[in-house]
Every structure is written in C-alpha cells, then in structure tokens.
C-alpha cells in the first residue's frame, strides 16, 4: 500500500526559510513524477514543484526563485526547501506521487507565513 508522509511545517515569519520532506513508502521501485502542491483556505489546490516522470523539474511561476525541489538521500524522498518565504504561502502543502495514470496524496503538512 503506497503511503506519503510529509514533515517540517510551521509557523514562520515572512522572509524566513523552511524545509518539507516527503517519504513514499510501498513503492517497490524508484518513483520519477513525485512533488509538493498546496492548497490555501478557499482556494483550489494547485501544484508548486514537481519531478516529472522523465526528470525534469516544473515550478510553479509563484515560488520560482524561492521555492527548490531535491531527492532526499532515502529511495521516494523529495525536499522542499522554501525560502523568501510570504504570507501568500500560507496553505496545507501535500505531497504526491503518480505511479501510472494513479494519484497518491499524503496528510498534508500545515506552513503558515505570519508576523
């Protein structure tokens, strides 16, 4: 059964940095298309950075600059180092993995920017 675990929100103050971790588990092999959306309070749920399935990296035009996404060191790891943060980054961030034509979504970890 695939399982997506994110971890490392918080409270920040605009300007400051944070970083999200994402672990895919029961994945037997190396997952390409896995990232980080977002979905702020009334608002649809939009995509911030992925990995495609043929390993290119897409950022969203709003976190460019600012926002990085990295493997992490274990096997179906994904970083979000976010940086420059604002308030606008407000949201409960989700990772995601497609395996397929199949959407698997985590918890979502909650980032809130405010002073």
């Known amino acids: 059964q695939v399982q997506l675990v994110e971890s490392g929100g918080g409270l920040v103050q605009p300007g400051g940095s944070l970083t999200l971790s994402c672990v895919a588990s029961?994945?037997?092999?190396?997952?390409?298309?896995m990232g980080w959306y977002r979905q702020a309070p009334g608002k649809a749920r939009e995509l911030v950075a992925t990995?495609?399935?043929?390993?290119?990296?897409y950022y969203a035009d709003s976190v460019k600059g600012r926002f990085t996404i990295s493997r992490g060191s274990a096997k179906n790891t994904r970083l979000l180092q976010m940086n420059s943060l604002e308030p606008e980054d407000t949201a409960l961030y989700y990772c995601?993995?497609?395996?397929?034509?199949?959407?698997?979504w985590g918890q979502g970890t909650q980032v809130t920017v405010s002073s």
């Open positions: 029961g994945i037997s092999f190396n997952i390409n298309a």
């Open positions: 990995f495609t399935g043929s390993g290119d990296i």
């Open positions: 995601s993995v497609k395996i397929g034509l199949q959407f698997y």
